[in-house]
């Protein structure tokens, strides 16, 4: 008899979990969904709202991909777990026995209970269901207010002045998402923003949401004692690990589903990826949850092999990420924080609207993380200066393989060589 394999979530986790399973051994795999029954790029949201895609074109596979490869999706509501009886109750198909359960739940948007937060006209953006709600919820807006500054704000905001929406973008902090950009990246990103209109505040938080007779949004009154006039409110103040039903199954949760570095949780046959897990014990250096897209689908590839056969812990190498701002596109790899640390030394130099960052080990000049805007880096070359421990003289030199922006564009290595060998920091 074969293994059952069941996987609750359908994002970039669950299913490749469920395709690299699928290479490894003939499981019955079955992988459970209630907010779409196929697989889809997430990031691709904001396009299909902007008419640039339409839902089937965010789709990375064909529909007859999965009967082919013999995994069976179902679009059902996972109630709760029977972990003695090994498994799960579902909404409408009734009982799913497993032998091997994977959770791949992922995350939900946080509200942190403003009053008027559940009126009409104020919602979150991370699901299919609230791309939906948008679509009915901007008939007819002027104005709206996106509240938290981070990357799901800045798309909302892009999304929204798409359908010419006046937007005013409130962020609580001094600086734009300076939990993890140096004052000098969020300076330049403060500035993309208000280039294209977005009436940013910093340092201002939402008090309450006001109704109209309607129950609908008709305005919001914020931290610094200002009401405002809008029609919509997004709230985009990050999102939380999805525990509840780990949580109601008696597994160890924490802020997420606690797993060892094998991704199991305290049930031997339960194991969980992606967003909604917490290590119980953090690589050096790595957040005890990372909600990255390329931590889950590794996080999934090393629960594969040792679900058949090959036990494999997790090793996510050199943290990196990327990101666009409006026009501006962002990368980090390594470790650039956004205050420097003990024996940490840096150099920047930024022209306009690029930039780079370099930090480094002050005493052994070991390069330990970079940071670029409006620049291409190439992820391989990046990745291998910082894991075999180059010095900051050497990526300077060698700076020129690592850019691959478009043909054209003007280089600045040689700029950026000259800016270094003076140590200062340009600002033009």
Known sequence: MHTHTVIVGNGISGITAAREIRKRSDNRITVISEESPYFFSRPALMYIFMGHMKVEHTYPYEKFFWKKNRIELLEDKVESIDKDARKLILSRSGPLSYDQ?????????NRFNWPGQDLKGVQTFYSLQDLEMLENNVAGVKRAVIVGGGLIGVEMAEMLLSRAIEVTF???EKNFWDIVLPVDEARMIESEIQHHGIDLRLQ???????????????????????TMECQLVALTVGVSPRTDLARAALLDVGRGILVDRFLQTSDPHIFAA??????REPLPGRRAVEQVWYTGK???????????????????GVWFNSAKFFDLEYQVYGDVPP?????????????????????????THTVTGIHSIGMRLRQEICVSWIK?????????????????????YNNPAGDIARSFRHREVIHV
């Open 298 to 316: 590794l996080q999934a590839e090393a629960l594969a092999r040792t679900l058949t056969g090959e036990p494999t812990v997790y090793d996510p």
């Open 274 to 279: 992606g967003d909604c897990a917490e290590f």
């Open 101 to 109: 359960l994977i959770l791949a739940t992922g995350s939900r948007s």
């Open 170 to 172: 409130l962020v609580r």
């Open 388 to 408: 075999e421990g180059r010095s900051v003289d050497f990526v300077i030199e060698n700076l020129p393989a690592a850019l691959f922006d478009p043909e054209f």
């Open 339 to 363: 205050q420097k640390g003990v024996d940490q030394a840096d150099f920047l130099w930024q022209q306009g609207n690029r930039l780079i960052r370099i930090t480094y080990h002050s005493l």
């Open 204 to 226: 201002t938080e939402l008090q309450q949401i006001l109704p109209d007779d309607a129950g609908r949004v008709r305005a919001i009154t914020t931290s610094t004692g200002e």
